[in-house]
């Protein structure tokens, strides 16, 4: 019994020291376990700052390249070189972004994120591309008038390329675009002005004349074609109101989102057989046995023939892009620019900084009784005179920063240099058989208060040069003064050959009533355009309402598109960065912030979460 009592004695502590064994290789295990865990956990935290590091700087570079268009990748690095920044989780959590560029012209941002003073290390490298804005010139349409937009005279409008030779040598196309861009206003067209391009319309198109629109034709409230014959819109029709023809043919279709009401003798062609005919989304009436479409395929898969415009298959809201409006209800307003999309270059809000850089000289100038005048970019002076009355006097020009310039890359004033330089006046009036001559470069005169051409004066711009007016108070051309450009177009520097710039904003503000050509671009957004000469316009025109009778024409100039005018002026899209990838590396230690001479830091002081 005794024997027995011992050997179980014994297999109970082999048992106890093997249990013991698995205990001990458990807490072991366990330790380990523990540890791995923890340094995962500092890893993942290492990395996470890592990654916090690399959103932080890129959030602060896309609001420095938004804020400086201009910005290139070597500004980026050498003005925002490091950032740098803690975790939420106590001191130990760190995080250092260094910028820099690589071979490929990418921006590089190598972000340290470190845990425990630097115990856990992971290192993160993101590369971005820096897209440029999108510098769009204002200058896209023929006409342009904010509040609305009166044609009843008898010129064409249409477009050209002065970049490609001049109107009379060059193949003309369909881009003499006519718009509204401000609330409920609407685009008349009387008379026999044939339109070479789209009618874009914030309110109602009314089509009165008879001539055509060689384009489409698109209107947030309505369209209204009166009695007549022919064709009346050589494209499609869009509305996202009410749709009234009441004579002539629609070469394209129709798409309105209201009442639809055609009367005898108008036809829709629908050239391309489009399912549609019309589309309309409220009322129809359509009296006339030609009101139908030649063939339909309902959804059953039918065919019926000569279907008119009644049935219910046409009995439905297109899908119609409305015109694009600047009001409050859009996500891009700016209470501080209310009129941003009729002056996208802020002129009545900046025009008194531009007049105060010539206020030394500013008085009264005039050439006329057959005095001959001359600019250049540095001096203007009289050169000749043949009644013994000198009434001009001698100028030296001053310099300048006009905005309006700031875009430009080219030389455009003297001395090699980028440098505006401006004439200073109160009034001008050129007049009586004077004379006037800009030669050598870019001329600007800043002029607070009217321009006056009149009395059989001659305004002649000589090749390479150009002629750019500020003015604040009223432009009248009058119908016996004459201005010659040599060569129209863009000049090497990037300036249209002659630039109207008004802020003026009282009533009939800017008036051309010659009978000659003039090649320029007119930019008066708070007052009335009239062209009411015979003369025809080459450029553009931009007004707060657009009134054009008689024999005037408009020929737009498609290279005004590329003009680079007015710090961000016209610029639809801003500067981005585009992420292109990133990786991880094996981490070093990157420069602490003060070893960075010549570098601006980035310290986030708000801690956030890893």
């Given at each position: 019994?005794k024997?027995?009592?011992?050997?179980?004695?014994?297999?109970?502590?082999?048992?106890?020291?093997?249990?013991?064994?698995?205990?001990f290789?458990?807490?072991?295990?366990?330790?380990?376990?523990?540890?791995?865990?923890?340094?995962?956990?500092?890893d993942?935290?290492?990395?996470?700052?890592?990654?916090?590091?690399?959103?932080?700087?890129a959030?602060?570079?896309?609001?420095?390249?938004?804020?400086?268009?201009?910005?290139?990748?070597?500004?980026?690095?050498?003005?925002?070189?490091?950032?740098?920044?803690?975790?939420?989780?106590?001191?130990?959590?760190v995080?250092?972004?260094?910028?820099?560029?690589?071979?490929?012209?990418?921006?590089?941002?190598?972000s340290?994120?470190?845990?425990y003073?630097?115990?856990?290390?992971?290192?993160?490298?993101?590369?971005?591309?820096?897209?440029?804005?999108d510098?769009?010139?204002?200058?896209?349409?023929?006409?342009t008038?904010?509040?609305?937009?009166?044609?009843?005279?008898?010129?064409?409008?249409?477009?050209?390329?002065?970049?490609?030779?001049?109107?009379?040598e060059?193949?003309?196309?369909?881009?003499?675009h006519?718009?509204?861009?401000?609330?409920d206003?609407?685009?008349?067209i009387?008379?026999?002005?044939?339109?070479?391009?789209?009618?874009?319309?914030?309110?109602?198109?009314?089509?009165?004349g008879?001539?055509?629109?060689?384009?489409?034709?698109?209107?947030?409230?309505?369209?209204d074609?009166?009695?007549?014959?022919?064709?009346?819109?050589?494209?499609?029709?869009?509305?996202?109101g009410?749709?009234?023809?009441?004579?002539g043919?629609?070469?394209?279709?129709?798409?309105a989102?209201?009442?639809?009401?055609?009367?005898w003798g108008?036809?829709?062609?629908?050239?391309k057989?489009?399912?549609?005919?019309?589309m309309?989304?409220?009322?129809?009436?359509?009296?006339?046995?030609?009101h139908?479409?030649?063939?339909?395929?309902f959804?059953?898969?039918?065919?019926?023939?000569?279907?008119?415009y009644?049935?219910?298959?046409?009995k439905?809201?297109?899908?119609?892009?409305?015109?694009?409006?600047?009001?409050?209800?859009?996500?891009?307003?700016?209470?501080?620019?209310?009129?941003k999309?009729?002056?996208?270059?802020?002129?009545?809000?900046?025009?008194?900084?531009?007049?105060?850089?010539?206020?030394?000289?500013?008085?009264?100038?005039?050439v006329g009784?057959?005095?001959?005048?001359?600019f250049?970019p540095?001096?203007?002076?009289?050169?000749?005179?043949?009644?013994?009355r000198?009434?001009?006097?001698?100028?030296?020009?001053?310099?300048?920063?006009?905005?309006?310039?700031?875009?430009?890359?080219?030389?455009?004033?003297?001395?090699?240099?980028?440098?505006?330089?401006?004439?200073?006046?109160?009034n001008?009036?050129?007049?009586s058989d004077g004379?006037?001559?800009?030669?050598?470069?870019?001329?600007?005169?800043?002029?607070?208060?009217?321009?006056?051409?009149?009395?059989?004066?001659?305004?002649t711009?000589?090749?390479?040069?150009?002629?750019?007016?500020?003015t604040?108070g009223?432009?009248?051309?009058?119908a016996?003064?004459q201005?010659?450009?040599?060569?129209?177009?863009?000049?090497?520097?990037?300036i249209?050959?002659?630039?109207?710039?008004?802020?003026?904003s009282?009533?009939?503000?800017?008036?051309?009533?010659?009978?000659?050509?003039m090649?320029?671009?007119?930019?008066?957004?708070?007052?009335?355009v009239?062209?009411?000469?015979?003369?025809?316009?080459?450029g553009?025109?931009?007004?707060?309402?657009?009134?054009?009778?008689?024999?005037?024409?408009v020929?737009?100039?498609?290279?005004l598109?590329?003009?680079?005018?007015g710090?961000g002026?016209g610029s639809?899209?801003?500067?981005?960065?585009?992420?292109?990838?990133?990786?991880?590396?094996?981490?070093?230690?990157?420069?602490?912030?003060?070893e960075?001479?010549?570098?601006?830091?980035?310290?986030?002081?708000?801690?956030?979460?890893?």
């Open positions: 019994m024997q027995q009592s011992g050997f179980t004695l014994i297999k109970v502590m082999l048992m106890s020291t093997m249990a013991s064994v698995v205990v290789g458990a807490l072991k295990e366990t330790v380990i376990q523990e540890r791995l865990t923890g340094n995962f956990q500092k993942m935290n290492a990395r996470l700052l890592a990654e916090k590091g690399i959103f932080t700087a959030k602060k570079l896309q609001k420095a390249v938004s804020d400086n268009s201009s910005f290139t990748v070597d500004d980026l690095v050498n003005q925002h070189g490091l950032h740098a920044g803690n975790g939420d989780i106590g001191d130990d959590t995080y250092k972004a260094r910028l820099s560029k690589n071979a490929d012209g990418l921006l590089e941002i190598t340290l994120g470190q845990r003073y630097g115990d856990a290390n992971q290192q993160l490298v993101a590369r971005f591309e820096l897209k440029p804005g510098v769009k010139s204002p200058f896209q349409h023929a006409v008038g904010c509040k609305g937009v009166n044609l009843s005279g008898s010129g064409v409008v249409d477009s050209y390329d002065s970049s490609k030779g001049p109107y009379s060059t193949n003309r196309d369909s881009s003499g006519v718009n509204t861009v401000i609330g206003s609407s685009v008349t009387d008379g026999h002005s044939p339109i070479k391009g789209d009618v874009k319309a914030s309110g109602i198109v009314y089509l009165k008879s001539s055509p629109v060689i384009g489409n034709v698109h209107s947030n409230t309505g369209v074609i009166s009695w007549g014959s022919g064709v009346r819109v050589k494209g499609n029709v869009f509305s996202n009410f749709y009234i023809h009441r004579g043919e629609i070469d394209g279709v129709v798409r989102n209201g009442n639809a009401k055609m009367e108008s036809k829709i062609n629908n050239p057989n489009d399912p549609y005919d019309i309309y989304g409220g009322t129809g009436s359509f009296p006339s046995s030609e139908v479409q030649d063939s339909v395929e959804s059953d898969g039918t065919v019926a023939y000569n279907v008119s009644s049935n219910a298959y046409f439905k809201n297109p899908e119609v892009e409305p015109v694009e409006v600047y009001d409050p209800s859009s996500p891009d307003y700016d209470p501080a620019r209310p009129n999309e009729c002056d996208p270059f802020d002129l009545p809000k900046n025009m008194p900084e531009v007049m105060a850089q010539g206020e030394a000289q500013k008085r009264d100038f005039e009784a057959t005095q001959i005048y001359q250049t540095s001096t203007g002076r009289l050169l000749f005179t043949d009644n013994g000198q009434k001009a006097f001698d100028l030296n020009s001053q310099a300048a920063q006009i905005y309006l310039f700031d875009n430009l890359s080219q030389q455009h004033g003297i001395s090699g240099t980028t440098e505006e330089r401006v004439f200073s006046m109160k001008f009036k050129l007049y004379k006037m001559t800009i030669a050598g470069g870019d001329v600007i005169f800043l002029v607070d208060g009217n321009f006056i051409l009149d009395g059989d004066a001659k305004l711009i000589k090749n390479g040069s150009s002629l750019t007016v500020f604040t009223k432009v009248i051309l009058g016996s003064g201005v010659i450009t040599e060569k129209e177009g863009i000049t090497t520097s990037g249209p050959s002659l630039n109207f710039f008004s802020s003026y009282g009533s009939d503000g800017f008036e051309v009533k010659g009978a000659s050509d090649y320029a671009t007119i930019y008066a957004p708070l007052t009335q009239r062209l009411s000469g015979s003369g025809q316009l080459y553009t025109v931009r007004g707060s309402i657009i009134n054009s009778s008689g024999g005037s024409g020929h737009f100039d498609s290279a598109k590329d003009v680079n005018f710090s002026g639809n899209e801003k500067p981005q960065l585009i992420f292109k990838g990133w990786f991880f590396e094996p981490a070093k230690p990157l420069p602490d912030l003060e960075d001479e010549g570098e601006t830091s980035n310290t986030d002081n708000n801690n956030t979460d890893d």
